[in-house]
T-cell receptor
Framework: QKEVEQDPGPLSVPEGAIVSLNCTYSNSAFQYFMWYRQYSRKGPELLMYTYSSGNKEDGRFTAQVDKSSKYISLFIRDSQPSDSATYLCAMSANKFYFGSGTKLNVKP | DTAVSQTPKYLVTQMGNDKSIKCEQNLGHDTMYWYKQDSKKFLKIMFSYNNKELIINETVPNRFSPKSPDKAHLNLHINSLELGDSAVYFC??????????????FGEGSRLTVL
């Protein structure tokens, strides 16, 4: 079983939709949780960084961590075509573990 | 100013050759990493260095040899390249001591194609 599971998609939504991206994990030692956005042929760019359970909001993005269910989510409100990218979840204990990424396409 | 920069961006080479990728970070971070991203976008850690010392060495063929001349630089040398080495290699850095508590910043990647 992989440490971090993420649905690869692709996920296609119309502009303005609310997007929900999710990851599950198996290692209860994970304490730090991150979401990265990766455009085609670019490096991953850190979007959200959270410690432990709870919600964190930054503009149109909300990251949610539920440690009891070993489940993290990223919500994107009022999605834009410029949000089209691959979204990678990551978490860490003594090192970083990444999901395989969900490809998101926001159609104008 | 680019925070984590790596060169070259693209590498096309023949099987059996030796190649190097260089990485520099100007963030003042203590820890640097090399990751390999395959065609399915899966990011796998290869090595990490904290203040020039190797702290993570995953199961990577010993044809891959990292070198950190100082804490701002981490280079990757690959000997006897194989077809399966074709991938995008990302350098990254973080402020923590490699225990995973810091934010990870990535370079733009070096796309290696082995023919």
């Amino acid at each position: 079983q992989k440490e971090v599971e993420q649905d690869p998609g692709p996920l296609s939504v119309p502009e303005g939709a609310i997007v929900s991206l999710n990851c599950t994990y198996s290692n209860s030692a994970f304490q730090y949780f991150m979401w990265y956005r990766q455009y085609s042929r670019k490096g991953p760019e850190l979007l959200m960084y959270t410690y432990s359970s709870g919600n964190k909001e930054d503009g149109r993005f909300t990251a949610q961590v539920d440690k009891s269910s070993k489940y993290i989510s990223l919500f994107i409100r009022d999605s834009q075509p410029s949000d089209s990218a691959t979204y990678l979840c990551a978490m860490s204990a003594n090192k970083f573990y990444f999901g395989s990424g969900t490809k998101l396409n926001v159609k104008p | 100013d680019t925070a984590v920069s790596q060169t070259p961006k693209y590498l096309v080479t023949q099987m059996g050759n030796d190649k190097s990728i260089k990485c520099e970070q100007n963030l003042g971070h203590d820890t640097m990493y090399w990751y390999k991203q395959d065609s399915k976008k899966f990011l796998k850690i290869m090595f990490s260095y904290n203040n020039k010392e190797l702290i993570i060495n995953e199961t990577v063929p010993n044809r891959f040899s990292p070198k950190s001349p100082d804490k701002a630089h981490l280079n990757l040398h690959i000997n006897s390249l194989e077809l399966g080495d074709s991938a995008v290699y990302f350098c990254a850095s973080s402020q923590d001591a490699g225990e995973g508590s810091g934010e990870l910043f990535f370079g733009e990647g070096s796309r290696l194609t082995v023919l």
